[in-house]
């Protein structure tokens, strides 16, 4: 799949299809990890494969949310760190605020592989210059991108099992925790902390995607840079009121319409 | 995951989530395979995880179809191996018809592990004694199933690369192949030969879906033996005639209205 032209109508589709078949290889993944990203195109499929008005919405709202916390925090797993570690670690950047790495099936291989790419990619991100309408010296930024989630220091109430761990410079201090591909118990568990919870999830009708206080309906390598622009280029106004059970149902109707035709 | 027990309300989705991942640490499966099963999964989300009645139609059609035919053969690709494999060999002993290896990413390994999973099978098939409703020397009926693939003899015409190879006593001269799980690309080929394609498909709107003789638009280890039990008790008339769109859009419907709900 290597030869995927960029012009190819499911450019976007087939990548994330080879990312994350090579971070399986990698040892980046749950045997699971495969499995969802399939459950997410289908989904992605029904959208079309393209970020929907709806989803543009919860992503500037996203960025509002993101820009005012007072510690913000974004928590990655091994599919967010295959499609969009780049991306992540620039809005890291951004926002100047800790990526922590928090896994379903945790093990001691896959939190040292997830480390060890993403102080490589850390490194590529900051080599790659600024991204397009932010100013300021770059490589300091990149450099000040904390990784957190292999040492452990706290635990998330409510919740057991390994999943639970987590740092208290990231996940445990944190008001707005932005999570690609979340599951749904410890989005509960960080929702009952009184935390703002902004999840990325192909699903409308998941638990993840019901629980949260913003939902973004769309594929992450996709909507990450957009992500990136808005935290760049939208004006720190508040964040408006947000009502997320009817952008979700925006979504859902997409959907709906994609099958019906 | 291995403690689910029967009684879970979503016991066959998470028994085919452990089939699967057993499966690719055993090598039976392409790197795809995993992202493909989770595409199913998530449609079969939308099905309610339950075989709606517009499937059921498909399955009864499919076993006059199957009994029918002058030459039936079922066409099994890695993930139809690691999710059904018994409950096919006992549908071909039933039919006496073969079994036929017939995957994407054709490789010699993969092609002798399925072949050896095959032959294991069958014995367990053979010594689990006959299904209800069977009467017969089910040994005897059981040891007469032929597994092919592993030596094709011939090519599907108007298809490029190793996934055109099959075999000349199975599908190049069946006039009906079962096909759980097929591609769009052969089921197109066959149907330009004139053959019967009855396909499991839990995306009515796939190019398999579309092109089909009959699609069944079911999770395949809830249908299997539903579709066995046919084949045993449903008497050998001629198949009435078949609008498999017609089909199609019932089953788009059970989708719509769960997603609508």
Known sequence: MGEVPLSHPRYNSLMGRELLTEAATDGLLA????????????????????????????????????????RCVISVNGNAVALAAADLIRCAAVLQCPIEINIYYRTPERMTALNSRLEKMRNEVSEGGAPTGWNGDWQTAVANVTILGIHPDSKIPNLEG????????????????????????????????????????????????????????????????????????????????????????????????????
């Open 31 to 70: 045997d699971s990890a495969l499995i969802a990203h399939g459950r997410g195109e289908a989904y992605d499929y029904l959208l079309g494969e393209a970020t929907c008005e709806s989803a543009r919405a919860a992503i500037k709202q996203s960025a509002l949310v993101m820009k005012h916390a007072k």
């Open 162 to 261: 390994p999943r639970a761990n987590c740092c208290s410079d990231g996940i445990l201090n944190a008001d707005v925790i932005f999570v690609p591909l979340e599951d749904g118990d410890r989005c509960e568990a960080l929702m009952k902390m009184g935390k703002k919870m902004i999840v990325v999830d192909l699903n409308p009708l998941s638990r993840t995607a019901k629980k949260a206080t913003v939902t973004i309906v769309d594929e992450l390598m996709r909507m990450a840079p957009i992500l990136l622009s808005d935290l760049i280029n939208e004006i720190s106004n508040a964040p408006p009121e947000w009502d997320n059970k009817a952008n979700l149902d925006d979504s859902l109707a997409v959907m709906l319409s994609q099958l019906g035709k």
